[in-house]
């Protein structure tokens, strides 16, 4: 009883919430979830003030998702859930995340159901095109390459303009339109880039804004080993700064985003990514 009491007021909560947002449009979608805790888990991570509700059904697996069309949309929803741990029609959560979930809460996996779209009442999912997915990383890269000429050239005022850049290029990727194995990697390390660019953008001392930049660069590196890019990449590394970072470049000739013109060809290229 007190199991159902706790459902019922949370769907009622979640359904005083949906009567608040404006601009309404209303979505459903399969979720993978069917321990106790899963309803809890899902509509937390949904749930957004006036913005977005979340109502799961554990026994059909299913979710319905309301959200002002104005300000979000039913994919970024979907993509909170899968980082809460979530596999859903959209987004496959990181390995991480499903781990981090309680033993009863971890449920089959099944990477086909991203592409089940069967009896589901929901926006159009779009088809996975090379040259789409080629254009939003290619973006990406674009700007963290011009990040890292800002860090070579010490130029605080470029770094802030760049990582504003970079972190707008992060969130214009639609992760619907990547490659199986590109979408795997980029939900795996969309939590650190987001995270350390939001900290790159706060942080004032350039010196740590470096010590992100290389954290940066390390989830950047693992996305360049699937993305199919145009060009030639080098992996470089410094063995001094930091106790050793690396970052990723489009000249073999070394320029040492960590020191600058302090030590500008101080590093070596380690790994050359075709």
């Known amino acids: 009883m007190k199991k159902y009491n706790l459902f019922a007021i949370t769907s009622f909560l979640a359904l005083s919430l949906s009567a608040q947002i404006k601009n309404a449009e209303t979505h459903q979608f399969s979720v993978k979830g069917n321990c106790s805790d899963a309803k809890e888990l899902i509509e937390k991570a949904g749930n957004q003030k006036k913005i977005a509700s979340v109502v799961y059904d554990a026994t059909t697996q299913t ?3 309301t ?3 104005t300000k979000t949309n039913a994919s970024e929803v979907l993509k909170k859930i899968a980082l ?5 029609t959209e987004y496959f959560a990181p390995d991480e995340a499903y781990t981090k979930l309680k033993k009863d809460c971890q449920y089959p996996r099944d990477k086909q159901m991203m592409t089940d779209h069967s009896g589901m009442n929901h926006s159009t999912h779009q088809q996975t095109n090379s040259s789409q997915e080629s254009n939003q990383l290619s973006n990406v890269f674009e700007h963290y390459f011009k990040l890292k000429d800002a860090f070579v ?9 760049q990582i504003a850049a970079f972190t707008k290029s992060i969130k214009a990727v639609e992760m619907g339109k990547l490659s199986h194995n ?3 990697v980029w ?3 969309l939590n650190n880039l987001e995270t350390n660019s939001a900290s790159i953008s706060t942080e004032k001392d350039i010196e740590k ?3 992100l930049f290389s954290k940066v660069s390390e989830s950047l590196y693992k996305l360049s080993k699937v993305a199919k890019l145009d060009y030639t990449v ?13 970052w990723l470049s489009k000249e073999e000739n070394i320029k040492n985003p960590y020191y600058g013109s302090k030590m500008l060809t101080c590093g070596s290229t380690v790994e050359i990514l075709k």
Do not use: L, W
């Not at 050239?153 to 303009?161: G, P, W």
């Not at 080098?234 to 690396?246: A, E, V």
């Open 84 to 88: 809460a741990g979530f596999d859903n």
């Open 153 to 161: 050239a010490t130029n605080e005022t470029e770094v802030k303009n």
């Open 63 to 65: 979710v319905e998702i």
């Open 182 to 184: 590109v979408h795997m």
């Open 234 to 246: 080098y992996y470089q590394n410094c063995p001094m700064f930091n106790g050793g970072s690396n």
């Open 209 to 211: 804004q470096r010590k």
């Open 67 to 69: 959200v002002d069309k």
């Open 187 to 189: 939900m795996e390390e």
